[in-house]
């Protein structure tokens, strides 16, 4: 039982460490992810073009975030 707890612990502790280095690509995927399923309510073409338009804008934040650190 021991074990399983100090597994547990670990475990948590790398996804705490993970979410702090990429809190802001995190909150921008769950950003754009929103506005996308919001988008597809309107109609499939605006979905897909909403979709696609932030895409190309989360990959160019997320390598300019790249390059910062």
Not at 25 to 42: D, E, N, T, V
Not at 56 to 61: F, M, R, S, T, V
């Amino acid at each position: 039982m021991k074990k399983v707890f100090e597994f547990y612990k670990l475990a948590v502790k790398k996804v705490f460490e993970f979410y702090q280095l990429n809190e802001p690509q995190i909150l921008m995927i769950c950003g754009f992810l929103m506005l996308s399923i919001g988008a597809f309510k309107i109609s499939i073409i605006v979905g897909w073009f909403i979709t696609g338009s932030l895409f190309i804008i989360l990959a160019l934040l997320s390598a300019w975030m790249a390059g910062r650190g």
